[in-house]
């Protein structure tokens, strides 16, 4: 008997007959392999200017922490199983640990609250109530300067809901700004240029939302005089939001007659869906192409990218990545896991690659841009979803000041706020700003060598 060749099956393939098509079962041969094999992506050789950038890059449901931390601490340290994925990089990056949430309770909210700390039930009366997230912090900085203060990118549209948000980013009276999951939207968004007519329609629309900006102004001053204390307090939080998006209008409506970057599509796989575990692996690769655009031609400097949303997301063959997380302690379900863990890692290095690869001036994109890597939940030994010892890894940044090579080891038992780490990141993106969340200082080991 001859032996099976070795094939491999999309998801999509059908078996069709008399008129009939029947979809397989799940196959072992459909699982896609992890690498970048399907992209033609290829990074520029230098950027259109040197500048400083960030991307807060999130993964759901923790990580094998077990396979994950590494045992020694500070310089020369032995990389973790897991961590051996970005070993040719270990250079670039550092791994942090022990730090976590101090007010906040876990459970499927990590997304909420990792740019935030935010205690969601902090606000009297309130079920949920969420503060400014730190990459809105960087983004006021640096966002007079580009065509987006800062982009905001998940696995699913829109903002999602109380405690299972589609975003990492909130405003200043803590109001999710809504997200986006297709490349070919934000690519369009980006990089393709408007028509007359869109123009037109654009600031159609730009006016209709301004006019009803200045009635919903007008009325609060209004109700402003007939309210008490508190409630006027709660009534300027609105407020500042309503400005919020009065600003950003009026930033759009100065950027609609500059011309866009000019940037050939044709390479990127724009139509991956994200919520398809065939399209998994390049729907990432898409979208991490697409940060590297982005910040290549100065069209923005602030990212936060949410990979998937809690209780959701797929390894890189298809695998429940929530499924798994509540592991139990299972060795099994533990390694599938750190496998899951790994393929995530592997499409991290390969975006870090790009920025290296990339001039930035006299330094590269990678020494000038910040990356974070990170989950707002560690799922333990025993699959628990617990805001403290959360996986971190911080990547670039060394022309801003960052020191890398290391693994910085707090005390768990002692519960130091994350907080003060994203603190230190916007001093380092030129924020001048104190006093972030529950931070109770900055974090000068960062910048040690």
Not at 309 to 329: D, K, Q
Not at 345 to 367: A, N, P, V, Y
Request: net charge negative; with cysteine.
């Amino acid at each position: 008997m001859s032996k099976p060749t070795s094939l491999q099956i999309s998801r999509r393939f059908v078996l069709r007959g008399a008129g009939v098509a029947l979809a397989l079962p799940w196959l072992s041969a459909m699982e896609r392999p992890l690498s970048s094999a399907d992209s033609k992506f290829k990074p520029w050789p230098k950027s259109n200017g040197p500048q400083p950038r960030i991307i807060f890059c999130y993964v759901p449901n923790g990580v094998n922490i077990l396979q994950w931390m590494p045992n020694e601490a500070g310089q020369g340290y032995a990389l973790s199983p897991t961590l051996k994925t970005v070993e040719e990089i270990r250079d670039e990056f550092s791994v942090v640990t022990g730090l976590g949430h101090p007010r906040c309770t876990g459970g499927h909210s990590g997304a909420d609250t990792w740019l935030t700390g935010a205690d969601l039930k902090a606000v009297p009366g309130k079920d949920y109530a969420n503060t400014m997230s730190i990459d809105q912090w960087i983004a006021e900085v640096h966002g007079v300067e580009t065509r987006y203060a800062s982009m905001q990118w998940s696995d699913i549209s829109g903002t999602g809901s109380a405690g299972h948000s589609h975003t990492l980013s909130f405003d200043r009276s803590g109001t999710p700004l809504p997200a986006e999951d297709s490349p070919r939207r934000i690519f369009e968004r980006l990089f393709v240029p408007e028509s007359s007519k869109d123009r037109e329609e654009t600031l159609r629309r730009y006016a209709e939302k301004k006019s009803i900006l200045d009635n919903v102004l007008a009325e609060s001053k209004r109700l402003a005089n007939r309210i008490g204390k508190e409630d006027q307090r709660k009534l300027e939080e609105y407020l500042g939001s309503v400005r919020s998006t009065e600003q950003r209008i009026e930033r759009l409506e100065q950027w609609i007659d500059r011309p866009k970057p000019e940037v050939d599509g044709t390479l990127l796989q724009l139509a991956m869906q994200p919520n398809n575990a065939h399209d998994r692996p390049m729907w990432i690769d898409v979208m991490l192409e697409l940060a590297y655009l982005s910040f290549a031609t100065d069209s923005t400097r602030v990212i936060a990218y949410e990979w998937s949303r809690e209780a959701g997301g797929y390894g890189g063959g298809g695998e429940n990545h929530h499924e798994l997380s509540h592991h139990g302690g299972d060795a099994g379900m533990l390694e599938k896991l750190a496998a899951i863990d790994r393929f995530h890692l592997g499409r991290l290095k390969r975006f870090i690659q790009f920025l290296k690869s990339t001039s930035d001036g006299e330094q590269t994109m990678l020494d000038r841009t910040i990356v974070v890597f990170g989950s707002g939940m560690n799922s333990g030994e025993g699959g628990d979803h617990s805001p403290k010892n959360l996986p971190l890894l911080i990547a670039g940044g060394q022309g801003l000041g960052l020191k890398h090579g290391k693994h910085l080891k707090f005390q768990v038992d002692q519960n130091p706020p994350l907080a003060n780490l994203w603190m230190e990141l916007a001093q380092r993106m030129g924020v001048e700003k104190e006093g972030f969340s529950d931070a109770t200082s900055t974090m000068a080991e960062v910048r040690e060598a």
